[in-house]
């Protein structure tokens, strides 16, 4: 809880869905945002994938189990065990559904109607970052 509360700010701040709070806390940090874009950019990976695409030094692994951890908890990452033939890693990671349709969701509020013929500089920035092939495809899955 924050520094100020009372019984209303309790009250409507318990409106809110507790999956959503989740959701909102584990993005609430960069290395989680970088670990949630690695995903959507690339899809499914590894947990040394991900260390290698971040540059994440071997000794510093149990900081990136934690905040995995925390992505899981808000249900926008899974982990999955499996055996892949030629890959020596076992764990892989990649965006949920809810995962997947919370960041439609915050994309979709981004292009607002009467913004639709002024260029959104941000926007254009992170999906030419992200890999514009990528947006389409997760845009796609959600308008199907």
Do not use: C
Not at 34 to 40: E, G, R, T
Not at 73 to 93: P, Q, R, T, V
């Amino acid at each position: 809880m924050g520094i100020y509360t009372n019984k209303k700010i309790e009250e409507y701040a318990n409106e809110m869905p507790l999956e959503l709070k989740r959701a909102i806390e584990a993005l609430n940090d960069d290395f989680r945002l970088a670990i949630f874009f690695v995903l959507f950019k690339y899809g499914e990976l590894s947990f040394s994938q991900i260390m290698t695409e971040l540059e994440i030094p071997r000794k510093d692994s149990s900081i990136l189990s934690h905040h995995l951890k925390i992505l899981e908890k808000g249900a926008l990452i899974e982990n999955e065990y499996a055996k892949k033939e030629g890959i020596d890693s076992h764990s892989f990671y990649d965006l949920t559904e809810f995962g997947e349709d919370v960041l439609k969701g915050l994309m979709h509020t981004l292009a607002v109607p009467h913004l639709d013929n002024e260029p959104i500089e941000p926007l254009k920035e992170l999906l030419y970052r992200v890999g514009l092939t990528q947006a389409e495809k997760a845009f796609k899955r959600g308008n199907k």
